[in-house]
């Protein structure tokens, strides 16, 4: 804090207490200027209001402002300055169309969806902020809660496979097994079927293809009438009957927003995880298997612990 001490003569004293209160306002204002925060989707909806109106709390000294795909020009025509964040998959459609425009963070995306969109491809410019659990802190989660385990079952299709390699190196250091199982059709329960019978537990991988309300209760009552767990895919499978998942909601989308939005976008991420997370579980299902009470903080905590953060 900065001190001044009055002086005698009138005339300095006045002039050193305006100096003191210009330098003070310095001191507690962020260097460079106001920056334009753009967030975009196809529709506003509540939440999306909601969401833009946390954003703008966090950042009182910026412009932050939410408009509609439809009333936005081209992505080229933006300023370049603007700092653009997509909320849905139709705002990515449309920054695609270009490949000029502003650094853009692409909010919540997940790996197959940026898989169907992208291919292998990145485009410049573009930031992915991933909406999926990473595959590493779902399986040191369910090293966590079911340290006896070592073959984990994992369901897969076409759109999902290309996750499977990367989920073998992540579960070798962890010492367990991926068993993995193609299911092609959901209608068809024998493959699933001849997976329960090989693993100990069941991690699902964030695919809406197999993982959704119609495949929901065919999964949770044939993995718990074998006594197997299903870990994952997300934090409402854990509401519907799974034993637990990570996930990141809202809260840790902001300040991971804010964090970001601090730096030069020249040195946002190309992909990333979101480093703020939090463990959902189901006390019920826990109970039903003979797991103890999960205390999701502590676990939590253990993993944010192990995160291996570049």
Request: net charge neutral.
């Amino acid at each position: 804090m900065l001190h001044c001490q009055s002086w005698r003569t009138p005339g300095l004293g006045r002039l050193m207490a305006v100096l003191c209160l210009l330098l003070s306002s310095l001191a507690g204002s962020p260097p460079g200027h106001a920056a334009d925060i753009l967030l975009t989707a196809a529709e506003e909806t509540p939440g999306m209001q909601a969401f833009t109106q946390a954003l703008a709390e966090l950042r009182p000294s910026d412009s932050v402002r939410f408009q509609v795909l439809a009333n936005l020009p081209g992505p080229g025509k933006l300023p370049d300055d603007t700092r653009l964040i997509l909320l849905d998959l139709p705002s990515l459609d449309w920054r695609l169309q270009d490949a000029q425009g502003p650094a853009t963070l692409v909010l919540r995306i997940s790996r197959l969806q940026a898989r169907q969109r992208l291919n292998t491809s990145l485009p410049p410019r573009l930031s992915l902020l991933w909406s999926d659990p990473p595959l590493e802190r779902q399986l040191r989660l369910t090293r966590l809660l079911l340290p006896q385990v070592k073959r984990v079952g994992v369901l897969y299709d076409t759109h999902s496979e290309f996750l499977l390699s990367e989920l073998r190196e992540s579960a070798h250091p962890l010492g367990l097994e991926v068993v993995p199982q193609r299911w092609d059709d959901t209608r068809d329960s024998r493959p699933l079927n001849k997976l329960l019978r090989k693993c100990e537990v069941l991690l699902g991988l964030d695919d809406p293809d197999l993982y959704n309300s119609l495949t929901a209760k065919n999964l949770l009552l044939s993995s718990y009438a074998r006594q197997l767990a299903l870990i994952g895919p997300n934090a409402g499978f854990v509401k519907a009957g799974s034993l637990a998942s990570t996930y990141s909601d809202q809260s840790d989308w902001l300040a991971i927003l804010d964090e970001l939005l601090d730096r030069p976008p020249a040195t946002w991420p190309r992909t990333q995880y979101p480093h703020r997370f939090k463990v959902a579980s189901n006390p019920q299902v826990a109970r039903s298997l003979g797991i103890e009470q999960i205390n999701e903080a502590s676990v939590a905590k253990l993993l944010a612990e192990g995160e291996r953060r570049p």
